[in-house]
T-cell receptor, first 111, second 112 residues
Framework: EDQVTQSPEALRLQEGESSSLNCSYT??????LFWYRQDPGKGPEFLFT???AGEEKEKERLKATLTKKESFLHITAPKPEDSATYLC????????????FGAGTRLAVHP | DTEVTQTPKHLVMGMTNKKSLKCEQH?????MYWYKQKAKKPPELMFV???????INESVPSRFSPECPNSSLLNLHLHALQPEDSALYLC???????????FGSGTQLSVL
């Protein structure tokens, strides 16, 4: 069964304290892995797409990496405005646009 | 314009009411989606329209009825909902060949 598992469920960091979020997946034939950021009461905001093992993408303080079994979202020197829920999703096999989301990591960055 | 616009932002309805949620995008995307999200849970796919045709229905109860009048608009008609249907309803769009989904801000629905 296709599955996406994120850890930790919640993470509290001090401002400037770097850390990583994990997304492990089991899917037959990965077509794409996506990271989204979601603020409370808002829709998810696209961050990155990764397609193949070894791929890396960066945006400001965020860097996403991909292996054959998992993806990491590294947050370097986070600021309070980075506080949000970070969602990982994989594209399901088949011809249609179906994403399988993980449960997310709720990140809180304190000054 | 890279926005997906959803109206209304908030909706309170009784179990006997009929209401509609609306979604609009002007990015030329040919795939549009409805997701349901409960508090502290990930979004769950409900429906996918591709080129204005319903391509995925994730076994959603018939009290939810989607409609895609044209390539820019997506509606979700609601009738005889239950309190457990209270959630954030998200609309999204993408290119037909999926790269990434653009989500709207959602409609927070409360069913009394």
């Amino acid at each position: 069964e296709d599955q996406v598992t994120q850890s930790p469920e919640a993470l509290r960091l001090q401002e400037g304290e770097s850390s990583s979020l994990n997304c492990s997946y089991t899917v037959s034939g990965l077509r794409g892995l996506f990271w989204y950021r979601q603020d409370p009461g808002k829709g998810p905001e696209f961050l990155f797409t990764l397609y193949s093992a070894g791929e890396e993408k960066e945006k400001e303080r965020l860097k996403a990496t991909l292996t054959k079994k998992e993806s990491f979202l590294h947050i370097t020197a986070p600021k309070p405005e980075d506080s949000a829920t970070y969602l990982c999703a994989v594209q399901a096999p088949g011809g249609y646009n179906k994403l399988i989301f993980g449960a997310g990591t709720r990140l809180a960055v304190h000054p | 314009d890279t926005e997906v616009t959803q109206t209304p932002k908030h909706l309170v309805m009784g179990m006997t009411n009929k209401k509609s949620l609306k979604c609009e995008q002007h990015m030329g995307h040919r795939a549009m989606y409805w997701y349901k999200q409960k508090a502290k849970k990930p979004p769950e796919l409900m429906f996918v329209y591709s080129y204005e045709k319903l391509s995925i229905n994730e076994s959603v109860p018939s009290r939810f009825s989607p409609e895609c009048p044209n390539s820019s608009l997506l509606n979700l008609h609601l009738h005889a909902l239950q309190p457990e249907d209270s959630a954030l309803y998200l609309c999204a769009s993408s290119q037909a060949q999926p790269e990434k989904l653009f989500f709207g801000s959602g409609t927070q629905l409360s069913v009394l």
